[in-house]
């Protein structure tokens, strides 16, 4: 009973935190977690607060972290087999975001910006040409896309439906069953109604006979 005691979540967290070393779940789980989820939370409170400073310092680490990202992208097959880099990237992302230490101002000011300046019409060149052809392609292709997305729309609404309106088929069959028969009923009772209200005008018919008039 000792075992399940205080000591337990104290050696279940040593345990994520440094025995995989080889699949890096954990620490790639928070790598996401600090690197994304967070920044954009606290960036979604920056741009509702309208505190300026905040987004100045969010703006700031998502060019940082963008920057970093498409690094990694082009690195990807140097990098993955160095140990323990999940761990050091996990340091990397907390280092940018503390404000003690504000990591994300210093890498931006001293070798981003400088960067960008440098080489800002050629980048302005490479950008504007994207959206060119970007645009270019997507007129020549709008049908393809119309099409994908009344797809899109079209499967959202069956899963929707599926998911939210599986009972309804259900109920309705279960009225229909119990309502037939009683249809049935009603209609055969109503026939039956007809025909004997015949069968008795024509019984009283039968009954009246005539007699003739005594003189």
């Known amino acids: 009973m000792a075992f399940l005691g205080s000591n337990l979540p104290t050696e279940v967290g ?6 995989p070393f080889d699949s890096n779940i954990v620490v790639r789980t928070a790598c996401c977690s600090v690197g994304v989820v967070l920044p954009v939370y606290n960036t979604f409170k920056a741009i509702e607060r309208k505190d300026q400073n905040e987004q100045q310092k969010w703006l700031l680490y998502w060019a940082v ?42 890498l931006y000011m001293n070798h981003l910006r400088p960067f960008f300046l440098r080489h800002q019409a050629r980048l302005d060149q490479i950008a504007g040409l994207f959206y060119s052809e970007a645009g270019k392609f997507i007129s020549a292709h709008q049908g393809e896309f119309q099409f994908m997305k009344t797809i899109l729309v079209k499967i959202f609404m069956s899963a929707k439906e599926l998911v939210n309106g599986s009972n309804q088929p259900i109920a309705t069959q279960e009225r229909r069953a119990i309502t037939g028969p009683r249809e049935q009923v009603e209609s ?23 007699v003739p008039a005594v003189s």
Do not use: C
């Open 14 to 19: 040593l345990r994520l935190l440094l025995v």
């Open 65 to 106: 972290y963008g920057s970093f990202s498409v690094g990694e992208i082009f690195a990807d097959k140097l990098i993955s087999w160095f140990p323990l880099y999940y761990h050091m990237k996990f340091a990397f992302l907390v280092w940018l975001q503390l404000p003690t230490t504000n990591g994300a101002k210093q």
């Open 188 to 210: 055969s009772d109503s026939d039956g109604g007809g025909g004997g209200g015949g069968g008795g005008r024509d019984d009283d018919e039968d009954e009246y006979v005539s």
